[in-house]
């Protein structure tokens, strides 16, 4: 199946406070029943179709949402690229921590299991809280010391140490639970702007395999359990005027045969290059 590039491209609009998923998303104010914006970003790129556009309404209510680009169905071409604006809003992976997760360790330090294993982060009133370590070499026998709102991974689930008497249920605890914000694999001219992409279990932004002309601008990638931006196998992508900060093991990450570009970037470390 062909898709034709001369086809009228389509706009979609996404808003979490006005718009239903049961809407047709044409429109950015609702005007009739199934007429208006739809709720989530996902079900925006279920309508879109090649060269569409999606626009995201920033309503300063997070969108808990994953989104996966894939295939021709999500690509364009040079002249009319696949887009999304998305207004300053924000992609969370967070999910809150259902009260009865939390079981008491030791005094005031409190264990949580994961959902999924590998790659943790943990939340609190929307920021990422300190992590303590192993040194490189060193081996835990035990929880080590942890200072109030610290955490640790020790045998497989997370310890959280809470201020005195107080039960972290009541807390505004969140943990990664979706594993990236952005997935692309083999799809192209795609251009993607103006989001904070936070809190997600593995990447922000995944560019798989077989990304090509992906464009990445004015993103904020922070507080990632693996990496802000993971770029492989043999994709390209161009990132422009973005802020990548304090993800938990790699700002930039490029595997394999990728190749990235980063224009007027600020990240707080190094990218990671693991290449053949």
Known sequence: ??????????????NNRTGTDRNDGVVETPLTILTGPVKSISRALELANFGDTIVVANTGVPYYDNLTFQGEKHSGDAVRPFRVIGNGATLTGAMVVPPRAWREATRDVWQLVPFRKGFFQLVRDGKALPEVRPAAGEKWTAIPDLQVDEWCVWNRSIYYRCERLIDPSTLDLSIARR?????????????????????????GVNLHDLAAGIQLNKLTLRENGRAGLAIGGSSTARVSESDVERNRDHSVLIQEAAAIALEDCVLDADPTVRQR
């Open 1 to 14: 199946l062909s898709v034709s590039s001369s086809a009228t491209a389509e706009v979609f609009y996404v």
């Open 179 to 203: 594993s990236c914000g952005i997935t692309v694999f083999a799809a192209h001219d795609i251009v993607i702007s103006d989001l904070t992409i936070q809190h997600f279990r593995l990447d």
